[in-house]
Nanobody, 125 residues
């Protein structure tokens, strides 16, 4: 069973940057697509970015709200997926989760079977 642990959240001023990490254990990410999701208070969990499995080509996708500001990447040797977040805005404030599913990304949140515990990101002056 793949286990995921997020880290890197915190408090940052608008315009600042953070890098989130999602460390995997119990399996290789070669066969898993890994996505970042976020959930703000009172709102539904939404997809932020996703990277297909290495075996499936490793292509990436982003929500329109973060395109040009966030970058997802994967370190295969260290079983870690990163989310680099630049030019952060107050509306980016949320708990950020990473999750994995077999091979390909999906827009269906519930299709991701392995989830981390989440890391809080707060963007405020």
């Amino acid at each position: 069973q793949l286990q995921l642990v997020e880290s890197g959240g915190g408090l940052v001023q608008p315009g600042g940057s953070l890098r989130l990490s999602c460390a995997a254990s119990g399996g290789t990410l070669d066969y898993y697509a890994t996505g970042w999701f976020r959930q703000a208070p009172g709102k539904e969990r939404e997809g932020v970015s996703c990277i297909n499995s290495r075996r499936s080509g490793g292509s990436t996708n982003y929500a329109d709200s973060v395109k040009g500001r966030f970058t997802i990447s994967r370190d295969n040797a260290n079983f870690t997926v990163y989310l680099q977040m630049n030019n952060l805005k107050p509306e980016d404030t949320a708990i950020y989760y990473c999750a994995a599913r077999n091979y390909y990304c999906s827009r269906y949140v519930n299709s991701f079977g392995s989830w981390g515990q989440g890391t809080q990101v707060t963007v405020s002056s």
